[in-house]
């Protein structure tokens, strides 16, 4: 089972970043994909999740109407395009695959929003 993150790192205040997750070993379609952020000094935090093909996404209040997460159910791909982003978004952001039995995180991407 694999989830590799890709699309982080430094941007300016105001700016957009799109994460990719890419997924491969497990049977994608039937998990729940999800983004969470883990802020200097703060507890890992649920920012994004989609369920299953078809499903609504939910997001964090604090990401609400910047934040979208889609899903490729071809590509096996989780995204989370970030816009209008400010520097309290600065965090690592960890992609994560759930179901009823399993659950799979990646490593992780950073992202740093500053000036």
């Known amino acids: 089972v694999q989830l590799v993150e890709s699309g982080g790192g430094l941007v300016q205040p105001g700016g957009s970043l799109r994460l990719s997750c890419a997924a491969s070993?497990?049977?994608?379609?039937?998990?729940?994909m999800s983004w969470s952020r883990h802020r200097p000094g703060k507890e890992r935090e649920l920012v994004a999740t989609?369920?299953?093909?078809?499903?609504?996404?939910d997001y964090a209040d604090s990401v609400k109407g910047r934040f979208t997460i889609s899903r490729d159910d071809v590509k096996n791909t989780v995204y989370l395009q970030m816009n209008s982003l400010n520097p309290e978004d600065t965090a690592v952001y960890y992609c994560n695959a759930k179901s009823f039995q399993e659950d799979y995180w990646g490593q992780g991407t950073q992202v740093t929003v500053s000036s």
């Open positions: 989609v369920s299953s093909p078809g499903g609504s996404p």
């Open positions: 070993g497990f049977a994608f379609r039937r998990y729940a």
